[in-house]
Each structure stands twice: as C-alpha cells, then as structure tokens.
C-alpha cells in the first residue's frame, strides 16, 4: 500500500472495529481519506461506533452492506481476526483492491526502528521481556500490537530514537505487503489456526512474511532448534543470530550444557554468560528459550548482558502464562490459559516436576489431540476436562491409563463449567501437586477470549 496520506479524498474501507478498527479508522481519517466502517456484530455490541461518528466517520453495523466494497474503494483494512472468506474481502480480491492489516497501515507512520515478535507459542512473554530489557538497558521501548496500545495508534507518536516492539500474529502478518521490522524474531513453529489459513503452507507462509523484506542492514533471529524455521534460511537476507537450547553455536546465543547458563557467542570465538538457568525468575524449559530470544534481540538493540541478566532473574510472567496463583492445602493453582494449543500445553506441564492435575479443553478445530498422548503418560495423574474437545481429551487420558479423569458436561454458562473444573480438580490433587489450567484449545467455544478464560479460573481458585 502506499503512505496513509495519499488516500487524501479516497475511500478506504475498514472492516471490524475493536481497538486496531478505531485507531486505523481515526488514522485515516485525520490523513484526509472518505472512510468507511463495517463491523458485522450488532450495534449495541459496537460502542466505538459512536466516538467514530462523532468525528464524522461513516459506521454501519449489523451486516455487511453489499455496496461496502466496490471499484471506487482504494483500500481495505480488515480486522485480522477476520477470515479471507468472507463477501467483502472476497470482493476486494475480485476487484483487485488491496487488502491490509493494521501492521502494514503503522508501519508507513513509524519513525523508531521496529522489532517483530512472532511464532506459534512465546510470542507475549517474548515481546515483555525484550520491552523490560531495552528499558533497563537505557533505551526507549514503545510496546504495541497484539499487547500494548494498538499499532496504528502507538507508530504515528515514536522518534526515531525510540524502539517499537510489536508482537505479531499470522493473521497480522499476511495482511502485509512492505513491513519491515530491523529486528524480527521467529520462535517456532507448530500447526495451530488451520481453521483460519486452511493449509500449513499458508500458515507458514504468512509467518514468514516478517523477514520478506528485510535487507542485509537488517538482523533475523530464528529458533536454531525448529526444523520449520531451519527451512526458511534460504530466503533470508538480513544477518542471521539464531538461538538455542540444544545446540553450540558459532555465533548466537545458547543454553551451554556443560553449566546451565545462558550464554552469548559473538562470531569472533568469544563465548560470554549471561547468566545461570537457575537464577531465573520464572520456571520452564520453554522460558529459557523465551529468555534466549529475547536476549539476542536485545543484544542486537544495543543492550549490555548485565541488564538482560536483571531482566530476567526480577521477570516473574506474563498474566495467563503459566502464572502462580495460589497455593491451598499444599496444592499450587497455576494459570496457563495462553496455551491454545497442544504443543503450548506440553510444554507448560514440562515445566514441573511435580504430580499434576490437568484441565483442559476448549474449541474444537478438528484435531485428535494425540500429540498430547506421551505427555499424559509420562506427567499427568488427574484430567479435568470441559468445552468442545472434552470427549476428545478424555480418549486420550484414557489411553494414557490415567484413572482420574472428570469431564464437566453441565453447566449453567462459561462461569460455573470453570468453577466446577476448579472443584474437580481440587478433589483430584493432593499436598505437593499442581493443578494447572492449560487448555490447549482456544477459548472461544465458551468464552470471549483467553483472558477471561483465565480471570475465571483465578476467581474460582480464590473462591475455594
């Protein structure tokens, strides 16, 4: 797309409201450009809609309007939780009319150098903890996209001697054409949201739109571990600065196995630490791995390894994951609602040494979630299952041969299902267990979000 100010006097569409629709509806709006506002939820459901009109701002909610998208339309910004199937953006496509994300409209406001965080799982913890270390380390952090303040709102208010640090989703991603962050992060890669990009090609694909037009100026840090980010180093351009848990690397940064510590290689055959394993603030193997990224893209801001270290030994988590939220009876309530997926899931239960008790369950997005199998094996003693994939969940407690296995099957509304999965769960733990909500499913089955999700299951922890 070109610059947000030569829209001056065309129409630019936005689908969807919510905080990104407002800002860029506003954005564009202040740029001169005839906008118009379609969100297909109810007007009672929409209340942004009236700050927008009273700015003169075109909204029409309920439905998409037929005429919304046609030849005089110069562009569309969609919502990214918004599928490419539906009328208008097919329309567009049809017409060949450009279709953005969010991203794409910030990044053409932005003066600060950008860092791009994505991946299938870390993405939030990452994103914190490269925000904290660049505070700590002096430099000025601007925290925006998926958390923080929307993108288009946070761009057009950094200087150049500002930071934005974005976490970005696939579904931001692919509505992209010239973003170009000067530090992009991959960490991993894992089928998830097939529903939404039919095909893992896709998914990938979009995924790998962060690094497409970097240059060599720029620097790209991959999951060294990950054999799908592996398969995307042919098309790089910028330098690359992998990390690792498992690997020695000539120049990155890694988890040394001879001492536990987290270290920095420079390429020049000096290996220096950053600090212990142990000595960090959260637990889990997949923080580590949070904790290496975040270092090697604080490293390539400038940052010096003292105050990564200090980041990371005070870092106590992000809410929702794998947050503590209390201990009762000897039993120690943790709260994983961020894990939508099955490799989330497994990797937050890895995270203890201790029995656990499990619940989980959530949307149904087709899979058998066998992948969980070895790990229920191996780790958990207790199942509480609730939402659309319960039955599916239970199959694969059942052939684990884990004997304590609860499904919640009726309840009056989102609420009371989490409140009698916390009951369950609690009759199902003992001194010196876990009970640890990790879904591995997303939320949207029964609740609005993950966050609620979460909040619920914190509420009726502390109601026990």
Known sequence: MRHPRDYRGLEVVILGLAR???????????????????????????????????????????????TLVHPG??????????????????????????????????????????????????????????????????????????????????????????????????????GTSAFRPRIALLLNLYETHLDYHGTMEDYIHSKAKLFANQTEDDTAILNWDDAVCRELLPSLRAKLLPFSMKETLPHGVYLNAENDALVYADGLGHVHTIMHAKEMGIPGSYNIENALAAAAAAITAGVKLDSIAAVLKQFRGVEHRLEFVRELHGVTYYNNSKATNPAASVKSI??????????????????????????????????????????????????????????????????????????????????????????????????????????????SVHNL
Request: aromatic share 6%.
């Open 20 to 66: 990104s629709g407002v800002a860029a509806a506003k954005l564009f709006h202040q740029m001169g450009a005839i906008v118009q506002v379609n969100d297909k939820k109810d007007r009672f459901a929409c209340p942004e809609a009236d700050e927008l009109e009273a700015l003169g701002i075109s909204v029409v909610c309920g439905h998409h309007p037929d």
């Open 73 to 174: 339309v110069a562009l569309v910004v969609k919502n990214p939780g918004i599928p490419y199937s539906v009328g208008p953006i097919q329309k567009a496509e049809e017409l060949g009319i450009e279709v953005v994300t969010e991203v794409e409209v910030a990044y053409h406001f932005s003066h600060a150098p950008i860092i791009g965080i994505t991946g299938s799982n870390g993405k939030t913890t990452t994103t914190t903890l490269i925000g904290l270390m660049l505070a700590e380390g002096g430099l000025s952090p601007v925290v925006a996209g998926n958390i923080g303040r929307a993108l288009t709102e946070a761009a057009p208010e950094v200087t150049e001697s500002d930071w934005l640090v974005v976490e970005l989703s696939s579904f931001q991603l692919k």
């Open 350 to 459: 890895e995270a203890f040494e201790q029995g656990i008790v499990l619940i989980a369950g959530g949307l149904d997005r087709g899979s058998d979630y066998m992948e969980l199998l070895p790990t229920f094996r191996e780790r958990i003693k207790g199942v509480v299952t609730l939402g659309q994939t319960r039955e599916k969940i239970n199959r694969v407690a059942e052939l684990a041969g884990i004997s304590k296995v609860k499904t919640v099957d009726t309840a009056k509304d989102a609420a009371d299902a989490v409140s009698q999965a916390v009951r369950l769960a609690a009759e199902l733990s003992e001194p010196g267990d876990i009970v640890l909500l990790s879904p591995a499913c997303a939320s949207w089955d029964m609740f609005p979000s993950y966050e609620d999700r979460g909040r619920m299951f914190k509420e």
